[in-house]
């Protein structure tokens, strides 16, 4: 959804050049672009365009990572989670981590469904 000039102002087309091809391509992912205007100059002559994007000043926030289950994030899975997953389900996690790792089948909340599975895994019930 934003606009964005890229340049090469140290590029050199070779003199006697024909039949020139240009090949955009990116890094691997998802990135989908459209181009919607290739300009060639003189050097020296600049072209007016979109300009560069301005640099993000916050990092990209760290992922989340916890494991399903051990809420007090102790490395171990037993009823002290529970506990505390029970607490955080009817009053609130104290914070994004605790709910996370409370949310067993990872549907985004943590819910009587993911206490329950967390019962059993702690039991050793399938």
Known sequence: GEWVQLSNTSYLIPEGAKNLVLYVET???????????????LDGVEVEGAGKPEPTTEPEP?????????????GEI????LALAKR???NGFAD????KAADMDES???E?????????RIHGIQ
């Open 27 to 41: 890094d691997d992912g998802t990135n989908s672009f459209f181009v919607d205007d290739i300009v060639g100059a």
């Open 62 to 74: 760290e992922p989340i990572v916890v494991t399903p289950g051990d809420v007090n994030d102790d």
């Open 78 to 81: 037993d009823i002290f989670d």
């Open 88 to 90: 955080g389900v009817v």
């Open 96 to 99: 994004e981590k605790q709910e």
């Open 108 to 110: 985004g909340k943590a």
């Open 112 to 120: 009587v469904a993911d206490l329950i599975a967390l019962t059993k």
